[in-house]
């Protein structure tokens, strides 16, 4: 019998405390008056932030307005025992320079990588005794491609070739996250000394043409086409092409056959952990301990976190530049900047008084595309899923596969494609998109002996009902039921493992981390909001019409991800602007 953790009976809800907080409150000492930087929240992206500018000498303060630091990258113990990445699951993305720079490693970081990383089995009889099919993927090419051929010989052949291809384009993208957009506005109308500054930013666009030589226009095509269309000219079996896909559909209201889509896939592929490119992992202790690293390296160079203190208003003075901010007491604090890791939505619609923001400006602000599909569902289980597919050792210990992010209802971009179609008619999808992970199956520390932590991303569900209906406990229970129900027919036994559950709808994830629309990237990853355009064409540079303020979270480039380099790309401006004022 496998291993459970027996006497765990707790209700099917949602424990409202959480367990699991920051330690940085007060982390150097009292509040005092004045500081030369105010970030605003702690998120991973103003944690960044607030640590690369403490260590340049710039005496900085963060506040957060919940009792835990991390934003989306936060560890909570939603239910007694069981200690989940409550949003944000995985971690590749977070740019190589900051592990280093901020030194994460002796603040704590541990991570888990994965390998193999991708399982998506299928759903179909087994004959003459065999377990249906699978396809598991991992770093070793060779297996993959013995994988793969189970579908198509051909495809098999062809997968290291696409590897490749995708490879090339990873490594032109890539040079382009660490650094500031094209400053068109100082291109434009800045004096000669600043239009001279200027170019040198069109470098790293150059050096992407030129890795990409005369393919460019197939690059092209991966950037702006439906993914599908991409996919289709690599690959014939569908399996493949779906699991693919999800990348290219992962947080966004898009489907496989929406043009742009290719980006987000490319997003979700140039990563990487360790040396190892294109790895994905866990985050020893959740995700929550990587933000405590990040707070730790801020800390320990002499910044200032502060967890429930709540800032209500951005000071401006009678020049129209920023001074400070103004808590929800009443408090108020004084400093030559202030960056905000909230949204540009409420950062610029709730925070910043309007008078002094063009009127063209907010109204475009308030116009960003915040579409979400996502609803998380957090669940505690007492044994490990039993896969038909993969079934379980007799012992109940991992296997390779549980470690993987296991996508189910994934077999075909159809399917992908009617899960999508569904949410636009206002409709949770009926036979949802699923990934789930179990990163207790690599970190004991999450669970009781025995039991597991389980994260399920799911998508699509519109933020808005059909009909007029709300995400009430009886709609949220209702999608979380249907969820159980496709888990449990890939793994016989899930529903009766389940002893809690934690289910966060678009409307939950906006009303707990401040995400609009409960969108992950803050507004959406598509080419409209993308580099110059991110958060808004001629605004992309972190700075704003009102000097003095900076937007340094997932809603400035480049965009949404555990990634950082939005805190780290806003840090060198402001400091580039200190030192100049």
């Not at 052949?157 to 506005?185: C, G, H, I, K």
């Not at 991992?398 to 075909?412: G, K, M, R, V």
Request: net charge neutral; aromatic share 8%.
């Amino acid at each position: 019998m496998a291993a459970s953790c027996g006497g765990l009976g707790w209700a099917l809800r949602a424990f409202p405390r959480p367990a699991w907080r920051g330690t940085h409150s007060g982390a150097r000492g009292r509040l005092m008056p004045e500081y030369d930087a105010v970030v605003i929240g702690a998120g991973h992206n103003g944690l960044v932030a607030a640590a690369y500018l403490q260590r340049w000498g710039v005496n900085t303060v963060v506040f957060e307005r919940r009792c835990v630091i991390g934003g989306a990258a936060v560890t909570e113990e939603i239910i007694p025992g069981f200690k989940f990445s409550r949003a944000s699951y995985l971690l590749s993305l977070l740019r190589p320079q900051i592990y280093t720079d901020l030194e994460l490693k002796k603040h704590g970081l541990r991570l888990h990588l994965r390998n193999p990383y991708s399982f998506t089995p299928m759903q179909e009889e087994g004959t003459g005794g065999k377990v249906p099919r699978s396809l598991l993927l991992g770093t070793d090419m060779v297996e993959n491609q013995k994988q793969i051929a189970q579908f198509s010989p051909k495809d098999a052949q062809a997968f290291p070739r696409y590897e490749e291809f995708m490879n090339r384009l990873v490594s032109a993208v890539d040079p382009l996250l660490d650094t500031v957009p094209v400053d068109m506005v100082a291109f434009q109308c800045g004096s000669l000394l600043q239009r001279l500054k200027s170019l040198s930013t069109l470098k790293p666009l150059l050096q992407a043409g030129l890795t990409l030589g005369a393919q460019l226009p197939q690059y092209y095509q991966v950037l702006t086409a439906p993914i599908t269309k991409v996919l289709d000219q690599w690959f014939e079996s569908e399996p493949l092409k779906a699991t693919l896909a999800t990348d290219a559909v992962i947080g966004a209201m898009t489907s496989p056959h929406t043009p742009g889509s290719g980006y987000v896939l490319l997003h979700h592929v140039m990563g990487g952990l360790e040396g190892t490119p294109g790895a994905w992992g866990y985050v020893q202790g959740g995700m929550g301990a990587l933000s405590d690293a990040i707070a730790n390296s801020a800390t320990a160079h002499g910044a200032s976190i502060f967890t429930e203190k709540t800032v209500a208003k951005v000071q401006v003075n009678s020049g129209g530049r920023v001074q400070g901010v103004v808590l929800q007491d009443g408090t108020e604090v004084r400093s030559k900047v202030v960056l905000s890791n909230a949204s540009p939505q409420i950062t610029f619609l709730k925070l910043t008084p309007q008078e002094w923001l063009p009127e063209e400006f907010v109204g475009r602000i308030s116009q960003l595309d915040t579409q979400s599909p996502v609803t998380k569902i957090n669940v505690a289980i007492d044994r490990l899923p039993n896969f038909l597919a993969m079934p379980n050792a007799p012992g109940g210990q991992p296997l390779p596969h549980h470690q993987c992010s296991i996508h189910l209802n994934c077999e075909d971009t159809c399917l992908l494609h009617q899960a999508f179609q569904d949410a636009m008619d206002g409709l949770p999808s009926h036979r949802p998109m699923i990934e789930l992970c179990i990163p207790s199956s690599l970190d004991p520390t999450l669970a009781p002996p025995g039991c597991h932590v389980v994260s399920l991303f799911t998508q699509y569900t519109p933020y808005a009902l059909a009909g007029g209906k709300a995400w009430d406990e009886q709609e949220r229970n209702a999608y979380a039921d249907k969820v159980f129900d496709c888990i449990e027919a890939y793994a016989p036994g899930f529903k009766s493992s389940v002893v809690g559950r934690d289910i966060l709808t678009p409307p939950d994830l906006e009303r707990i981390f401040g995400l609009p629309g409960g969108n992950i990237f803050h507004c959406s990853m598509s080419l409209d909001q993308l580099y110059f355009a991110r958060p808004l064409p001629l605004h992309s540079s972190y700075r704003c019409p009102l000097p003095g303020l900076y937007l340094c979270g997932s809603g400035a480039h480049p965009g949404g991800g555990v990634m950082g380099a939005a805190g780290h790309n806003a840090a060198h401006v402001v400091f580039g602007d200190l030192k100049s004022m």
